[in-house]
């Protein structure tokens, strides 16, 4: 943990600025270990490797953990050599790399960093936190930028200062909440005057909902994280070859793909077929593991965006369903 960090970070319980004990440092890198003290003495939080600690190491969110720490650098920019975060990031949020530069930003959810990486290189101040054991992850890929901080905590008991940040954004994480409005709500807190904010998650409808994933959940959704991973491991290749030859028919063959429990990104990514089958076997995991999958309506997401006073909203769709407001001055 930096220490830059430190007066930006409140107990996620009282909401009191926190005392740093018992910190051993590392040259270059921080501090390694300590603890996170309330003022009152109430509660204590660890800093282990690097990264402050405000949450249990096994929760519901463990198979984020696993999924990114397999696949730490699969979906950085800097490692698949093509801006595909970077696009989706800027589509996302419609922001300009001149408006965060220099700017504290927060990410929440994380995961292995894909787009804390974008941010970072606009110039950003980012805090990148995620539930899950994914902060490690992050943390392996991005902690030699001065300006990065990782803090592994709960979104519905963000551990900052409330009205601080003047960007926050939050990529694909929100329907793997269990109460996603009451996740929107704790983002929305963090923000300081003008702040922006912006979301996308999964879009509530019939042509989503009758996705494969949806039908086979029920089940995937409670096998050990380490037997579905090795079943999709031996099955992915082979979904991607029948994917492929669905698809090739003509007229009906790129909807009947869809019907394939395959994420396959071929015509649609500019991957090469050892990152095709990585991120097909990544993003299939990521539908079928998560405790969670809770998508939302476009109504109901400008309905949280007006119902926290932001303004400038925008809801639409790209690639997900995306949501965009700031907070007044």
């Known amino acids: 943990m930096r220490i830059e960090l430190l007066p930006i970070l409140r107990c996620p319980r009282s909401g009191s600025p926190l005392i740093l004990e018992q910190s051993v440092y590392a040259e270059d890198q921080g501090i390694r270990s300590g603890w996170l003290v309330s003022k009152t003495g109430d509660h204590r939080y660890p800093i282990r490797d690097f990264i402050p600690r405000f949450v249990p190491s096994s929760n519901y969110a463990d198979s984020f953990g696993m999924q990114w720490n397999k696949f730490r650098q699969t979906q950085l920019d800097s490692c698949s050599g093509h801006p595909i975060s970077a696009n989706r990031f800027w589509h996302a949020t419609a922001w300009r790399p001149e408006w965060l530069a220099g700017e504290w930003v927060l990410d929440a959810g994380c995961g292995s960093g ?44 963000l551990p900052f200062r409330s009205g601080y940040f003047s960007h926050v954004y939050s990529l694909g994480v929100l329907q793997h909440t269990p109460d996603v409005g009451k996740a929107f709500r704790a983002l929305t807190k963090m923000l300081a005057p003008n702040g922006r904010l912006s979301v996308d998650l999964y879009e509530k409808s019939l042509q989503y909902l009758i996705l494969p994933k949806y039908w086979l959940r029920p089940l995937t959704k409670h096998l050990s994280q380490d037997r579905l991973f090795a079943a999709l491991q031996t099955l992915t290749p082979t979904l991607l070859g029948i994917s492929g030859a669905v698809g090739a028919i003509p007229l009906c063959g790129g909807v009947l793909r869809r019907f394939i ?52 909203i925008q809801v639409l769709r790209a690639g997900h369903l995306v949501g965009r407001g700031s907070m007044p001055a």
């Open 114 to 157: 894909r787009f804390a990486e974008v941010a970072l290189a606009a110039g950003a101040n980012v805090v990148a936190l995620d539930y899950s054991t994914a902060v490690d992850a992050c943390y392996a890929n991005l902690s030699s930028h001065p300006n990065f901080h990782a803090v592994q905590g709960n979104i519905y008991e």
């Open 261 to 312: 429990p395959v994420a396959d990104y071929r015509n649609r990514l500019p991957l090469n077929e050892r990152q095709h089958r990585e991120w097909a076997l990544l993003d299939t995991f990521d539908w079928l593991a998560p405790a969670f999958d809770n998508p939302q309506t476009g109504e109901m997401l400008r309905r949280w965006f007006e119902d926290a006073g932001l303004k400038e």
